[in-house]
């Protein structure tokens, strides 16, 4: 009688063990992150109406926060992959739990879409290990830069929109 219930024990053990696998292998496969291939991918989230308001006086602070609200939802976490022109680059402290150490700012960039001028600003932010392939460079000399967007943010200035962002933890090509 115990060896029954011994086998009858070990039989629902194992049951449950190939019922939990295979409903492990039934799930869905989580979402791939989303990689943007240039800055107009990023700035193309924002819905065309959207982008035609930010030309209309009366509309640009609304559009403006509205626009800032989709690059949270959309951009903002994701990878980018980026080609710019560096300007310059300097040693970065940052946060104390940061393993970026040196910031590159992008040659300053124009972006037209749908009649909207956009300037651009890209802060890139290395860990010491992508050293090597910023020696090889000369500023402003291209670069492909590789990282979390984390930040991506439209402001009005008296010049007009400024688009300004982050790319954490980038590795770069040249």
Known sequence: MNIIRLFLSSLAATLALLAAEASAQNKPAPPAAVTFKSLKEIVDVLPHPLVQQ???????EGA???????????????????????????????????????RITMVPATMNVLGTSFKIALWILIPPDQMA??????????????????????????????????????????
Request: proline fraction near 3%; glycine fraction near 10%.
């Open 64 to 102: 403006k926060d509205d626009a800032n609200k989709i690059f949270m939802e959309k951009a903002v976490g994701k990878t980018a992959t980026i080609k710019v022109r560096a300007q310059d680059w300097e040693p970065w402290s940052g946060p104390e739990n940061n393993n970026d150490k040196t």
């Open 54 to 60: 930010l030309k209309i006086k009366g509309r640009m």
């Open 133 to 174: 392939v910023l020696g090889k460079i000369s500023k402003g000399g291209e670069i492909t830069a590789t990282g979390e967007l984390t930040r991506f943010e439209l402001a009005l200035t008296p010049e007009g929109l400024k688009l300004n962002g982050d790319l954490r933890h980038a590795k770069l090509e040249k």
